[in-house]
């Protein structure tokens, strides 16, 4: 996956986010607060995917350089 896909895949993930916590904020506290909580655990995932990527990149890295 190209770093374009993959940050394009994740803004994308993130605006829906944004814009379905947009449309509780004042009505309905719970939703918007299973929302944010949503949010936060899309956030740890992807910098969980990040430090993947990097970590597999280190490792191809050094098997190309043996």
Do not use: C, E, H, P
């Amino acid at each position: 996956m190209t770093k374009f896909i993959f940050t394009s895949a994740f803004l994308l993930g993130a605006a829906f986010i944004v814009w379905m916590g947009s449309s509780f904020v004042g009505s309905d506290y719970l939703a918007l607060t299973v929302i944010v909580v949503i949010g936060l655990v899309y956030l740890i995932g992807f910098i969980g995917l990040v430090r993947f990527r990097q970590a597999t990149s280190t490792l191809s890295n050094s098997l190309n350089n043996v």
